[in-house]
């Protein structure tokens, strides 16, 4: 059963706190991204990546890192953790470039308190 | 940043009743795909249209793509309370590639029994 993976369902961490949020395929899957979604908001996207070691910011990376080492990996971290990044984490990947479809993990719900 | 406005935001029926929900934009989709995401996990794609006036259906669901492939509707025959969750679409826009879906804000649908 193929399916994308986070490491977490739920976290709360401590403002100032350095977070990673894991994201695993195993499709072999060429991009992953990474969304937050908030109430009123929607999904925004905030890194993608198209190949290992590759990334691309995406509309909100502001106070965000990413990291892609293997394929079936893609990493998303908060350097220092702020309150105002208390949020729903959703990771993404698919096969292509073009976007066909994403196939998203169960999300991370993160409280920065 | 293309925007891809929903409507209604909140929709809540009574079983066996009907209901179209809408996405629209100013711009061309190169494809728009539709989603379903119930609580406390990732969106699950539930359909993709690609060609202007395409009409698909999945079993009580009627996808169809505006001829100018600026706008998409969803329409449910005879609700069920399974069909409950958050209904999103996500565009993609020409020119776009590999740099992720452009998400609505979603329908927030209730089947009450």
């Known amino acids: 059963d193929v399916k994308v993976t986070q490491s977490s369902r739920y976290l709360v961490k401590r403002t100032g706190e350095k977070v990673f949020l894991e994201c695993v395929q195993d499709?072999?899957?060429?991009?992953m991204f990474w969304y937050r979604q908030d109430p009123g908001l929607g999904l925004r996207l905030i890194y993608f990546s198209y190949d290992v070691k590759m990334k691309e910011k995406g509309d909100i990376p502001e106070g965000y890192s990413v990291s892609r080492e293997k394929k079936e990996r893609f990493s998303l971290i908060l350097e220092s953790a702020s309150t105002n990044q208390t949020s729903m984490y959703l990771c993404?990947?698919?096969?292509?470039?073009?976007?066909?479809?994403?196939?998203f993990g169960s999300g991370t719900q993160l409280s920065v308190l | 940043t293309q925007l891809l406005e929903q409507s209604p935001q909140f929709l809540s029926i009574q079983e066996g009743e009907n209901l179209t929900v809408y996405c629209n934009s100013s711009?061309?989709?190169?494809?728009l795909q539709w989603y379903r995401q119930e609580p406390g996990e990732g969106p699950v794609l539930l359909v993709t249209?690609?060609?202007?006036?395409e009409v698909k259906k999945l079993k009580r669901l009627t996808f169809q793509f505006g001829d100018a492939r600026k706008d998409s509707s969803l329409h449910i025959t005879a609700a069920q309370p399974g069909d409950t969750g958050l209904y999103l679409c996500a565009g993609e826009f020409k020119g776009g590639g590999a740099d992720g879906l452009t998400f609505g804000k979603g329908t927030h649908l209730i089947i009450q029994p």
């Open positions: 993404a990947s698919s096969l292509t470039a073009t976007n066909e479809k994403l196939l």
């Open positions: 499709m072999d899957h060429e991009n």
């Open positions: 249209v690609v060609t202007g006036g």
């Open positions: 711009s061309v989709f190169s494809s």
